[in-house]
């Protein structure tokens, strides 16, 4: 018979897990296609960029806001339940992945607060930090001392031990599978309780995905390059056709990159020396088949997180 802790990790875990994908206590439902949707013409999706979550400091502390819908430009105020929160990625219905030094939670922006929709404790002793929701919808969370994967399912937490060196950083591809960074650079696809498959040729951090495509930083371009490309694996490890990528201008190097979960609006962050003191820009580009359109430019805080909510 399962200890009382077993029993109370079963129940929370199955809790965040069950309000997260859905279903709890039997199998989680995979995705209901694993073909790519559709890619969007250029003016299909065109209804003003998404709102986003920010997360600055200042001298006075940390500072939360959120944009107005097709006004990235103009931000307000966000309540936050615990000030030590660690935003994750959004998922299509806005549920957003996060923690606490305590706590792993599921939120959601209501108005001018961000509400708990679901918490859990974390395992005592183990700091977990929001990483992705895997391909099959559950929530994925990262050590923050050792980077290594967790995932939440209605069995417990499930460490990625079939996968080694992990970076704390993955994204869902098309087919219910997870794209997961690995030490060196490099790219995995797997599957919780399947084979592994290593990507060819292609390196990439700061992963994100949604809408059938995944988007990353290139390590291996010394400015650094943001990539979006088809969420599919081929099965001797090609990832699918590039849909476009964004390069710094002059000095800026590219630090993050993160899709909207639909796959339409991708988010870009650069950073560059300047003679007084560091800066830092947020482009924001249109996604569709033929690639990708910048439509806003803004300055942004140094150090800046920031969460890609659903296109309106």
């Known amino acids: 018979m399962p200890s ?6 079963l ?11 859905g279903s709890c206590g039997g199998s989680l439902p995979g995705p209901t296609s694993t073909a790519r949707p559709p890619g969007p013409t250029p003016t299909a999706r065109w209804s003003g960029p998404p709102r986003l979550v920010i997360r600055s400091t200042s001298p006075a502390g940390v500072i939360w806001s959120v944009t107005e819908r097709g006004r990235p430009q103009r931000r307000s105020p966000l309540q936050v339940p615990y000030q030590d929160t660690e935003l994750g990625p959004a998922a299509a219905d806005g549920s957003i992945l996060a923690s606490t030094d305590g706590q792993l939670l599921v939120l959601t922006v209501d108005g001018s607060s961000l509400a708990v929709t679901a918490a859990a404790p974390a395992p005592p002793g183990q700091v977990l930090l929001p990483a992705c929701f895997a391909g099959d919808g559950r929530p994925v969370f990262a ?3 050792t980077l290594t994967l967790v995932e939440l399912s209605p069995a417990g937490i499930v460490p990625f031990t079939d996968v080694a060196f992990t970076l704390g950083e ?14 060196g ?10 084979p ?77 020396e300047t003679d007084a003191e560091p800066e830092a820009r947020l482009r924001l580009y249109r996604v569709a088949s ?23």
């Open 4 to 9: 009382t802790r077993r029993r109370r990790s």
């Open 11 to 21: 129940a929370f875990t199955c809790t965040l897990a069950g309000i997260v994908v």
């Open 143 to 145: 050590d923050a001392e």
């Open 170 to 183: 993955c994204a869902p591809l098309a087919d219910g599978r997870t794209l997961v960074a690995v030490d």
């Open 185 to 194: 650079g490099g790219l995995v696809a797997r599957r919780l309780g399947g």
């Open 196 to 272: 592994s498959t290593p990507i060819a040729g292609i390196a990439g951090r700061r992963l994100s995905g949604g809408g059938g495509l995944v988007a990353m930083t290139d390590p291996s371009s010394e400015p650094g390059e943001a990539v979006v490309r088809e969420a599919t694996v081929s099965e001797d490890g090609v990832l699918g056709a590039e849909i476009g990528r964004v390069a710094g201008r002059g000095t800026e190097r590219v630090v993050n990159a993160q899709l909207s979960p639909d796959g339409g609006w991708l988010a870009v962050v650069l950073e560059r």
């Open 290 to 312: 033929d690639g990708l359109t910048q439509v806003s430019d803004l300055a942004i805080e140094v150090g800046a997180q920031i969460t890609v909510l659903p296109s309106p």
